[in-house]
């Protein structure tokens, strides 16, 4: 990434913390663009992201298996406290360097992927409740990159689902591009 893993989170993080926050407790059970989860679900998904992110960061072992209930009481200040942390773990540069050895990965990658599902799980969100989504422009320009590299494996490996057969325009061309590139709708929901 030619921008500071830190740098894109701060940009991405008020736009995905300001959608948590509007997220009401009657919509927790409604259905998202992804379709194994509900808002609840992915709520709870992305939480474990955000804390799990901060230990890759550090180059420590995580636990993916394990699916805590985040949404106690507070959970909408935690979450803004939790992606400060994760903003925070990623600010040293030495977080940039070597393989991650538990994803296998490059350190830039890592920091990518707490990036990317920032910025897309914030857009699901948001979609699923109503409420308007502006990413941050300088990250969707470094996630093109990202999904480009990461798609065919992690389109084997269920992570993505496959592109629309035909990419439906939205207001934001680049958002909507990485939305289909990760299986998403850009549209969604659609009428059958």
Known sequence: MSTQTSQLL??????????????????????TPCSDYLVRDLLNH?????????????????EWAEKPDHLGDGWRDRF?????????????????????PGMGMPQPVI????????????WDLAVATGQPYHPAPEAVAELHALVEQLGPTARKMGVFADPPPTPTPTPTPDLAHLLT???????????P
């Open 10 to 31: 701060a940009a991405a993080a008020p736009r995905t913390v300001n959608v948590v926050r509007g997220v009401s407790d009657d919509q927790l059970d409604l259905p």
């Open 46 to 62: 992305l939480f474990q992201v955000v804390v799990n992110f901060q230990d890759l960061a550090e180059k420590r072992q995580v």
């Open 181 to 191: 590139q990760t299986g998403r709708t850009p549209t969604w929901p659609q009428s």
């Open 80 to 100: 803004e406290v939790e992606t400060g942390r994760l903003i925070d773990a990623w600010s040293d540069p030495s977080t940039l360097e070597g393989v991650s």
């Open 111 to 122: 920091g990518g992927m707490a990036l990317l599902d920032l910025t897309v799980h914030g």
